[in-house]
């Protein structure tokens, strides 16, 4: 099966407005899947299906619904209850960069909704049609810093972790199923978030920043093939080293002293 029948009609992407989503919008669109684009912004969200509907010919809706709320998942299902979805891509998340206990706890339990709970329900909700067709794919983003604890940013990358792990389990459930499972485990990545995040660009880690759209390319290319994709050779490189060569706890100690050097001593 071609991409569009595997995982068309319909593909909702989550968090689509910028960055790594509205690549990931668009590479979509490239092969011909129809759009459910979801985010905060309502004029961007149309700027972006209207250019992509007239670039790439096909249809676009978009759902303006914040992520980190209780019922977002069920808001956007029911938006979506005519269409046949055969693609869900997860991309949006909130971190709350700096020292645990400055942040207020809702600021952690809204990392928790935006980059677990909300996933989590999509997932449930949107799998059982596309496990009744045996077509269908779900992408989740997760990334490096969920490999080992990092500090600074302990809840964000706690919750990619919850992504990871999610995505493995349900591969290996449904891969005989047809429905496909896929966790782009990405290193940095050039989005408009990730800048604004930046104090200023680093050195060693600033020199692996890819840009969104191979990415995407790599993380689509990869759906149906294997549980999880890390994109670029150099994050595949530094994730061996971390994960394998390194004891945990030195794992744990280095990603510490790099993210106190990026976010609290700069
Ligand atoms: N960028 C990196 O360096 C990097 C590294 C590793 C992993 N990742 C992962 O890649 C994904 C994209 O990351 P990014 O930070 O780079 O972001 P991005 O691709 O720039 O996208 C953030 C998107 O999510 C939407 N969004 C955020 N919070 C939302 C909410 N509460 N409700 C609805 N939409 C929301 C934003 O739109 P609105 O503002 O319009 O709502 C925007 O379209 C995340 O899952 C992240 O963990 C990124």
Redesign the pocket.
């Known amino acids: 099966m071609n991409f569009r029948e595997q995982y068309g009609k319909w593909a909702v992407v989550?968090?689509?407005?910028?960055?790594?989503?509205?690549?990931y919008a668009e590479e979509l669109a490239s092969r011909g899947l129809n759009l459910v684009l979801?985010?905060?912004?309502s004029e961007?969200?149309q700027l972006l299906a209207a250019e992509l509907s007239t670039k790439y010919e096909v249809e676009t809706k978009i759902i303006v619904?914040?992520?980190?709320?209780p019922d977002?998942a069920e808001q956007i299902v029911r938006n979506i209850i005519d269409l046949e979805i055969g693609l869900l891509v997860?991309?949006?998340?909130?971190?709350a960069i700096g020292p645990f206990l400055e942040h207020p706890l809702e600021g952690h339990l809204?990392e928790i909704?935006?980059?677990a709970f909300?996933p989590l329900k999509l997932v449930y909700l949107l799998a059982q049609q596309m496990l009744e067709r045996r077509r269908g794919g779900i992408l989740?983003?997760?990334?490096?810093?969920a490999f080992q604890g990092s500090a600074y940013i302990s809840t964000?990358s706690a919750t990619?972790a919850f992504?990871i792990v999610l995505a493995e389990g349900l591969w290996e459930e449904w891969r005989e199923q047809g429905v496909d499972v896929l966790v782009?485990?990405?290193?940095?990545?050039?989005?408009?978030?990730?800048i604004a995040?930046e104090p200023e660009p680093t050195g060693g880690l600033g020199d692996m920043?890819?840009n969104?759209e191979p990415?995407v390319r790599e993380a689509l290319n990869a759906l149906g093939k294997r549980p999880y994709v890390i994109p670029g050779r150099v994050n595949r490189l530094a994730s061996f080293i971390m994960r394998h060569l390194l004891p945990r706890k030195v794992a744990v100690q280095f990603m510490g002293r790099v993210l106190r050097g990026k976010y609290i001593d700069s």
């Open positions: 989550a968090g689509a407005s910028e960055g790594l989503g509205a690549a979801v985010a905060r912004r961007v969200l619904q914040d992520l980190s709320a977002a997860y991309n949006a998340a909130f971190s809204r909704h935006t980059n909300t989740l983003m997760s990334s490096l810093s964000y990619k992504n782009c485990v990405s290193g940095a990545v050039k989005t408009p978030n990730y995040s920043t890819m969104p990415v």
